[in-house]
């Protein structure tokens, strides 16, 4: 079965790090485009960094640019989401998701066909 399983999340100071995995299974990882998003209480889901399926190109979102890096494994079927200087705005659910085709509209969570469960990173002092 189709799974996505987000790991690496938790409680951490602002200024610091955290490493989000996501390990897939049940598709052919290499070849659909990786996201990952997150949410706040009360906000929509946001767009937060996407790579392709090649892992030659990335994207994100302006709020986390500089800070974020996404990258991929695909003999291990596996999307990375390195977080450095955390701040607070960070807090939310963090989730993987993968998607077959991604066009343009990498930034859109409905053009994504898999979804995983969630990480919850919460960035407080």
């Known amino acids: 079965q189709v799974q996505l399983v987000e790991s690496g999340g938790g409680l951490v100071q602002p200024g610091g790090s955290l490493r989000l995995s996501c390990a897939a299974s049940g598709f052919t990882f290499s070849t659909y485009h990786m996201g990952w998003f997150r949410q706040a209480p009360g906000k929509e889901r946001e767009f937060v960094a996407a790579i392709r399926w090649l892992g030659r190109m990335t994207f994100y979102a302006d709020s986390v640019k500089g800070r974020f890096t996404i990258s991929r494994d695909n003999a291990k079927n596996t999307v990375y989401l390195q977080m450095n200087s955390l701040k607070p705005e960070d807090t939310a659910v963090y989730y993987c998701?993968?998607?077959?085709?991604?066009?343009?509209?990498?930034?859109?969570?409905?053009?994504?066909?898999?979804w995983g469960q969630g990480t919850q990173v919460t960035v407080s002092s």
């Open positions: 998701a993968a998607a077959r085709n991604i066009g343009d509209t990498f930034k859109d969570t409905l053009n994504y066909d898999y």
